[in-house]
Structures are given as C-alpha cells and as structure tokens.
C-alpha cells in the first residue's frame, strides 16, 4: 500500500464530483457585500434554509469520509518514533480510535441526508480536509485537521444541532449532538498532542500553528463563519474551550473570520468594478 496517499488517488464512485475549494471561494452567490443587507441562508426563516441545510448536511458526509481517510493515513503514513516525519505509537491509536468515530458519522450522515431528502452526489465534494492530511508533518496535520477543520466541525454541528431545534427536527437535533460530542474530544486530541510534540520544540509548534491559522482563514471566507449575524456558522465558544482552545485563541478565530469577510468583499467588489 503506498504511504502518503496523494488527493487524486482517492476511491470515489461515479455519483461523486469533486471540485477545488477556490470554486466556492470566489463564488460571489456565496459572499454577502458591504452594501448589500446581511442575508444568511441559513437562517431557519429564510426561503432557502432547506436547501442550505440539504447542502451542509452533504458536506458533512464528504468531510466525514475524508476525515476517516485522513485519521486512518496517519495510523499508516508514519513510523512509530518521536522524529519529524514520525508519529508516537499512543498518536496512532487515538487516530485509530477516531476513525471509528469517522466510520460512525459517515453512516449517519448518510441517513440524515435521506431524512432532508437529499442523495449523495447531489452537491459537489472539496477535498480540502483530506489534503490538509496529506501533510508530511504529522504536527501539522494534527494543527490542520484536529484543531482547525474539526474545530470548524465543532461549530458546524453546534450550527445544525440548533437548526434542528429551531424547525422541530428531533432526529436533526439528536444526531448532531451526538457527533458534536465525539468531534469535541477529536480536537482536544488535536489540542492535547500538538502541544505534547512540540513541548520543547517553539519553532516547530509556531510552524503548525501558522498552518491552523491558514485553515481556519480559509474556511471562513466570505462570512461562512464568525460572529456576525449574516455569519451561517458561529464559533461555538463553550464546545472550543472544552476542546482546548484558550480565549485567546478564540479570539483570535473571530479576528480571522472579520478578516476573511474584509478580503471576500474586497474580492467581489474588485470583480464587480472590473
């Protein structure tokens, strides 16, 4: 079996579509500008909530699979050591404990997706969390898959958990609580080796930190998440903090988040005048 898997090797079938994540980004249906009022579709009162919430549900199950993929590249990728390129024999079993967690949400999601009336394939699939795993640095992947894109997961089931609620979804509801609890001790793995690795190792840890910040910025283009209210997902404070995440830290995701809206809407006003 080859290590390091690249993006382009992944197993899919014929009903999925992949598309890069940039696609999304500079999307101008997806970025609410200055001048226009705060729109969030999301909103269970908007006409387009069912759709949205069809559409996020479907990239969870996408994110799900790659999620199992990449916890399951890094039980295999690396030898079993303290080096760079290597990974603690204790990492590996909590990669491997998560990709049962991974196995198990991608199931129910499948079933979510039938309960809102959608079919895998309906909605095209990013590839960015798994080639965020793909990073040779098992640090880092830790920095861009546990601690950002499942933090983001963190504040995305907190999101639908509340959805559900606000439309009388019981099943919606009880499921996303029940993965936003498993996604909570994912990132506070994250949270709990990052630190460990890098206890005597500044630069290294400084480096994967950099790396989560690039993540979270880019998941948070055009307002997808923050603390506005045009924001469709909002930072999950309490579920952060018993993640890991001190308040600073959160903090500074809000900063990221304000500065990836700025960015998005400078982009479509730019497009826009050009």
């Known amino acids: ?116 009336g959608s079919e895998i394939g309906e909605f095209a699939e990013q590839t960015t969390l798994y080639e965020a795993a793909c990073n040779e640095d098992p640090v880092l992947r830790l920095a861009g898959v546990n601690r950002a894109l499942e933090g983001l997961a963190i504040d995305v089931f907190n999101t639908m958990k509340s959805f559900g609620e606000a439309t009388a979804d019981p099943m919606l509801e009880f499921c996303e609580d029940w993965m936003l609890a498993d996604e909570v001790t994912h990132v506070k793995m994250g949270s709990d080796w990052l630190r460990k690795i890098t206890e005597h190792d500044p630069d290294r840890r400084a480096k994967a930190l950099e ?16 603390e506005d209210d045009d924001s469709p997902v909002h930072l999950a404070r309490t579920f952060r903090r018993l993640a890991g995440f001190s308040d600073d830290e959160i903090s500074e995701l809000v900063d990221v988040a304000a500065e990836a809206m700025a960015e998005a809407q400078a982009l479509t006003q730019a497009a826009a005048a050009g």
């Not at 989560?212 to 923050?226: E, I, N, T």
């Open 211 to 226: 790396f989560q910040r690039a993540v979270d910025k880019l998941f948070s283009f055009g307002g997808f998440r923050g």
């Open 1 to 116: 079996m080859q290590r390091h898997l690249p993006v382009d090797k992944l197993a899919r079938d014929s009903r999925f579509e992949t598309i890069p994540i940039e696609t999304l980004i500079f999307d101008p249906r997806n970025v609410t500008r200055a001048d226009e009022p705060s729109r969030n579709a999301f909103s269970p009162e908007s006409y387009e909530a069912p759709d949205a919430a069809r559409s996020l549900m479907h990239g969870i199950f996408v994110g799900e699979i790659q999620a199992l993929e990449g916890a399951g590249r890094t039980c295999f990728d690396f030898d079993t050591g303290e080096g760079d390129d290597e990974a603690p024999f204790e990492l590996k079993l909590d990669m491997a404990r998560q990709c049962w967690d991974e196995a198990r949400h991608v199931e129910i999601s499948v079933k979510l997706g039938d309960h809102m």
